[in-house]
């Protein structure tokens, strides 16, 4: 999943022209400036074996990056070693270009799976598209938390299946935030898939916030990028349309939503995050649903948000690892 | 559900007349030593009502509790949308002086009359004699012990007539040497394929109030509910309607899932899913195993079964269309 993006990050890194700013900033220093430290994150999945966290650190060390928090999850009879560090550096001692380079030279040392560095003051932020169909609730509040600076990704453009007016909350924001809105209509024969591949190919991931259409295997393929999908339900409760009334049925005493990566099967990939809240007889479908909206929007935020800060990795078949 | 209850009520009203005779003689001594200035002993009651929808139960129910004095000190009314249906819990307290035990029964029996009710229960929990339970289970014995532990603590206020399991155990067990002490019997029924003794089983339970499986993992058929008649109500290890079946747990770790759950509910005919009285939950991460994940869902089952237990037992579960419940 996530290596697609480190592809994206070194391709950046190469034409950033830090460089010439970290020169310019060491030529006027006077020895009585300290120097301005930036904070980075890396992930590394890679087999397990003795000595990892040993490279991984001296690496940092060695550049004077000072190591911050750390997380290692190595799962018991499972040979595969996850790690997570958040460090801050000196981008003069250490310049971005290099920092790929040195992780690299361990990754490729252990074979790892994955390894993924992010400078989120450097590097830029995750061009992320964001797809729903009627219900907007969890798009207006990924709108509202991106303009309060909450979620730092770039939103290319919104696809949506239903048409809106230009009058509505949603279309004026967007209009004033200069995000394209494309409404492209689905039927049963079709999907349009290849029109919204055409959208989103340029993005690093898509966030699925209530878009009630399945992506086919062939779209996900093509697209080869993570899709963070919102299910109003407690997976694997309650799959398919309307959770909320499927469980108001079922008269259970809690309900929840599930984030999830999209695979083929429906509402079926590996999650990221669920979240209940209790019902009780008090409750109506209305309350129901209402529950349940607030818990969504949580509930993808806190999936969009841990994924954008290198939080979440695969994990077997059909789990994830969430640091 | 709960018309079980109240069918075992009404018998145990008979029963209830011996007591009330007992409890007015104490009275009668009791009134006849009195001074003015000793007050009355004052115990409590509960009352659940449900009945069709009218204007006018409130007033004539609580007009009922305060006519003899009784104090209302709290009041639950549910009335849903769109449904022509009445629920109420009332907790009181009075003076069994003034108002008798079997007189109680009546007075609200007239009101249940009036509007049609299909429950109507009283409780008078220093009066009324504690519910009746057997307990199954099979080889997992967590439930049991905890419950027979907030037993002894007086937590849970049932009389356990006896524990039914198709597992043995040895004498020299935590649980056997207990049930000993405490004189409760345990009785090995072994199940196979062809035969659930359900014949057995229903001769040693017939005159429990309710059962409770905790832990007991084999079907019980739909002959066997109807012969029994009487609530059933059962822990399952995971958050249902997920996971039914057998190996809750196992299945909710290869499933990736991140919040595991444990689920009480009563019993029917088809597994794992009758109206479903509580439920918890608790956080799991990449970091639990299959071992902490059963660690995990021990308590859960633990905690959960209790406190369906014990808002049974104090009158706040009952029927909510045909699969749901309304637990004040």
Redesign the interface.
């Known amino acids: 999943m996530i290596r697609r993006i480190s592809e994206r990050a070194s391709s950046f890194a190469k034409n950033f022209p830090i460089l010439k700013a970290s020169r310019f900033h060491g030529e006027s220093l006077d020895s009585s400036v300290s120097p301005v430290l930036i904070p980075g994150v890396h992930v590394f999945h890679c087999q397990d074996a003795v000595g990892i966290v040993a490279k991984l650190s001296d690496c940092i060390a060695a550049k004077g990056g000072n190591i911050l928090g750390y997380d290692v ?1 190595v ?2 009879n499972n040979n595969v070693f ?1 790690s997570r560090s958040e460090f801050i550096f000196d981008p003069v001692k250490w310049p971005r270009n290099q920092v790929d380079e040195d992780f690299q030279t361990i990754a490729q040392r252990y074979g790892a799976l994955n390894s993924v560095v992010r400078v989120p003051s450097i590097d830029p932020k995750y061009k992320i598209a964001l797809l729903l169909s009627k219900q907007d609730h969890c798009l207006v509040e990924m709108l509202h938390k991106w303009q309060d600076g909450k979620l730092p990704v770039d939103i290319t453009c919104v696809i949506s299946n239903h048409e809106r007016a230009s009058n509505t909350h949603v279309m004026r924001f967007l209009e004033r935030h200069g995000i394209p809105y494309h409404y492209v209509s689905t039927t049963k024969e079709n999907k349009r898939e290849d029109d919204i591949l055409e959208l989103v190919k340029d993005t690093d991931f898509l966030v699925l916030a209530r878009y009630m259409q399945i992506l086919s295997g062939n779209f996900l393929k093509g697209y080869g990028k993570d899709v963070i999908n919102i299910h109003h339900g ?5 799959k398919g349309g309307y959770p909320a009334k499927q469980a108001f ?6 309900i ?1 939503a599930t984030s999830h990566f999209v695979t083929e099967e429906l509402d079926s990939g ?7 809240e209790s019902v ?3 409750d ?1 479908l209305r309350s129901f649903v209402q529950k349940s909206e607030d818990l969504e929007k949580k509930c993808l935020t806190k999936a969009i948000k841990s994924y954008c800060e290198l939080r979440v990795l695969p ?2 078949t ?5 640091f």
């Not at 049925?249 to 809690?254: E, I, P, T, Y």
């Open positions: 999850f799962p018991e996850y407690l997976l694997p409760s309650f049925d079922a008269g259970v005493k809690l929840g590996p999650i990221i995050e669920q979240m209940v009780s007889h008090r109506n994990y077997g059909n789990k994830t690892v969430v």
